[in-house]
């Protein structure tokens, strides 16, 4: 490299007329300012060795854009102002290019260009600045120093030494040109500064430039501060955890983190989970990964993969296929019940003949203490399977089947999902008691969520809102237990298969207590089986003189009052064990409480016996009828609904129609009013199962006959006098076997319907099939004495 050095002082008297002129594209030099610059090319490197050989001087002037190849430079292409500078140091390096340190001297404009030399040249008028100085440039140029100072403050690439050099300038044109130099501006932007001439308007874009820059600097300083911030406490924390994963691995433990993850990890692997959730579940992994354990949703996040990871996706307990040893089983369970337990020996025998069959929606119904929950319970011993139970009663939002959305604090899978995981199966024999009364309001209807449970056709990808992916349910045996079947949804009774458990007779009371329920209780009040002893006539006198109930739920509870008796006399010494007979009951138990009041009720005319059906099984129903003087008129009481109040105007209307059939007088309605009262005011009764007994008990009253003794009926009747079949028969025949009824008169129709009966209730009772109401009244009223 060869160096050309200046003299040692520089003087220029004036600057010539024309000057070579070197364009700029990227480069800017303001007057009296230094500036290195770099050039190359032919033309500009013979510019400047012409000017080093004479005077130094050249002119520097923006291009407004570059000019096309090979065409020639036009004073349109350039800005008009330029900058006259002298060549204070030159050096030529080995790849022919220049480099220069320059210093302004003054503004020029260009007049025109000059031909005649390889490189621009042009003619020139030489702009000098004017000496001014008053009270608003004084102004504007210590404002100009104290922006100035806060750039230089501000900026970290700006020595301190230009605010001590700026507050040296006296010249306010030097002043803005220096300071316009410096600041951080566009090439276009310097260009306006030094076309300006005038000083004072110089000054005021120069200020609002450099407005501009602190403005954006303060911002940047403001945000570096908060940036710093943040990294000073991540990097403090990044410190700490290092320092405590070093001292965790010198001590040969682990982070708790990350083998927390490793552990979700591993267990999903090892639960092989269908594609839908795996999915799921290593999404969640991930955001779990990523979030520090102290965040609550951390939390939210590791107890849906303990659920998802917990619930049995392939798990089934293996079915026991031994038809005889599941039938053994139900025996040794339960006494009775023989269409449940048919039921499910069926579905046992199809599941060993066709292993992927799917499960039943079984729905016992029948009135309390029938033995529905604990059946249940004796299926899944028969099956080999777990068992679950959960109760519907009184649950009235949705989400308790179908779970919460993990959006909401405290979420958890519904009572389905977590029955399920309870069972560590997929194939548990699943009771969901009291389906009957579930409610609603304004958090959903559980019972319309239930719709999809027990469809067999839908829950083998029942969705679960907390876990959000599909389930299979379609191994699971639902069964469900209800009083009654009227208050359950159509749409859900529709998806159920029910199976009838109407009641017991006296007869299966009986051998059930003496299997089930004596054992049970002498266990539970401390005593051993040769301390205690009941004879059949003893429990026969209990369940009639102190229970009135289908179930055998009240039974358990009397015997238990008596082992308590006894329990109590064998502690206190008076006596070592106890034989119970039937004369020993009013000592533990009080007076009888249940008197067959059947006899005494109908022994008087207007006065008939009826069978009534009720949520808790059969009862009787006495129908009163009596007639006093008036005009036509007819009362009903007993709190009767409207169907039953219809069947007796229609009784009567039937009365009256064939009164001389009857033996009645046509006229007997036209001085009297009659009254039918049903006793259990208390109770709302209604139904068309009572019209053959109001017509009996209104026949009964004008005749002056009596209805026959121990005789009980139920039908439905026209005004034609036909007699129509009614529901309920099997119950209404328990309760009136459990009352000593001995003839019972039915509708033909109903014939069909005592099959369900046990063989020895129809056989202690004479049954009467009737198709006509006249038929009824041959077979109900005494004949009048002779």
Known sequence: MTETDPHEELKIARLPDVLPVLPLENAFVFPKMVFPLEVSGKPSTTLIDEAMAGDRLIGLALLKEKPEEKAPPRKEDFYNIGTSVVVLRMAKTADNKSQLLLQGINRFRIIEFVEGKPYLRARVENIEDPQVKDIEIEAMMANLFGLFDRIVRLSPFLPQEFGVMAKSIAEAGVLADLIASVINATIEEKQKILDILDVKERLREVTR??????????????????????????QREYYLRQQLSAIRKELGETDEEKVEVEEYRAKIEQKNLPEE?????????????????????????????????????????KDNLDIRKARRVLDEDHYGLEKAKKRTLEYLAVRKLKPDTKGPILCFAGPPGTGKTSLGHSIGRALGRKFIRISLGGIRDEAEIRGHRRTYVGALPGRIIQGIRRAESNNPVFMLDEIDKVGTDFRGDPSAALLEVLDPEQNFSFVDHYLDVSFDLSHVMFITTANIMETIPPALRDRLEVIELPGYTIDEKIRIAQRYLIPRQTEANGLKPEQISFTKSTIGGIITGYTREAGVRNLERELASVCRGVATQIAEGIIEKAAIKARDLHRFLGPVRITSEAAARTAKPGVVMGLAWTPTGGDLLFIEATAMPGKKGLTLTGQLGDVMKESASAALSFIRANADELGIARDFFEEVDIHIHVPSGAIPKDGPSAGVTMLTALTSLLTNRTAKKDLAMTGEITLRGLVLPVGGIKEKVLAAHRAGVKTIILPRWNKKDLEDVPAKVKKEITFHFVDEMLEVLRLAIEKTPE
């Open 209 to 234: 430039l450099v407005n501009h820059q602190v403005e954006i600097l303060e911002l940047g300083s403001k945000i570096q501060s908060q940036v710093k911030d943040d990294m000073d406490k991540s």
């Open 277 to 317: 959730a795996k999915k799921e579940a290593d999404r969640e992994l991930a955001r779990l990964s990523r979030m520090h354990p102290s965040s609550a949703e951390y939390t939210v996040s590791s107890t849906y993969l303990d659920w998802i990871t917990a619930l049995p996706w392939h798990e089934s307990t």
